[in-house]
């Protein structure tokens, strides 16, 4: 069975708007311009420390997790290779507790704003977490999916050659041999053409 799996931050789910709403709650964050996340965390970092981004990471990966846009083509998709046979899961190294901010399980939060979008019950493998990126990164060598999705760098440098790597929605525009980038999830569907 051909088998497809995806990061979830930054990828499945979109902080984008968990931003913007993080920015009207909190006054000090208002003249802060920009919704892109790495933008902002060098700006909060700048303005106010790193603690202080570590504990407003927790907040967004937690109470702010239900304001994650989940882009609906990601779920024609899903809906697509269910269709096809197509194994899918999600494999994400999120920690289980922020290290600062709320004490909420940020993987609860997570599984709970998949099953309102209706995702968790599309993918055939489900949501799969690791602590570290050391984890996450043997685990998918491990099980091999023929195509994993990230919008890390470092997590596909890590990866199989055997495994077509896709960086999604990344401002990285140069070009490199050990994956392709990807800017919406209309673009997978070319890498869906093969057969193992």
């Known amino acids: ?27 000090e964050l208002q003249e802060i311009s920009t919704n892109n996340k790495v933008d902002f965390k060098l700006r909060v970092i700048a303005e106010f420390g790193e603690d202080y981004w570590t504990e407003l990471q927790g907040f967004l990966y937690t109470e702010y997790v239900a304001y994650t846009r989940i882009d609906p083509k990601f779920i024609e998709l899903l ?7 197509w194994q ?26 998949l099953q309102a979008a209706g995702i968790e019950k599309l993918l055939t493998d489900g949501v799969h977490f690791f602590d570290t990126k050391k984890e996450k990164v043997e685990f998918i060598n491990l099980v091999k999916p023929n195509i994993y999705i990230d919008d890390l760098v470092e997590i596909l440098d890590l990866l199989s050659n055997e495994i077509t790597r896709l960086l999604f929605n990344s401002t ?25």
């Not at 088998?3 to 709650?25: C, G, M, P, R, W």
């Not at 809906?79 to 046979?85: A, H, I, P, T, V």
């Not at 289980?96 to 704003?113: A, H, I, Q, T, V």
């Not at 140069?174 to 057969?195: A, G, P, Q």
């Open 1 to 27: 069975m051909n088998y497809i799996a995806f990061d979830l931050d930054n990828t499945v789910l979109d902080y984008e708007t968990s931003l913007h709403q993080l920015k009207l709650d909190r006054v």
């Open 79 to 85: 809906n697509y290779l269910e269709s096809n046979q």
């Open 88 to 113: 899918t899961s999600i494999i994400s190294h999120k920690t289980e507790f922020p290290y600062m901010g709320p004490k909420l399980n940020l993987r609860d939060c997570s599984r709970d704003r």
């Open 172 to 196: 990285n525009t140069e070009r490199n041999s050990n994956y392709d980038l990807i800017s919406d999830w209309r673009s997978v569907y070319k890498y869906l053409k093969f057969e193992v």
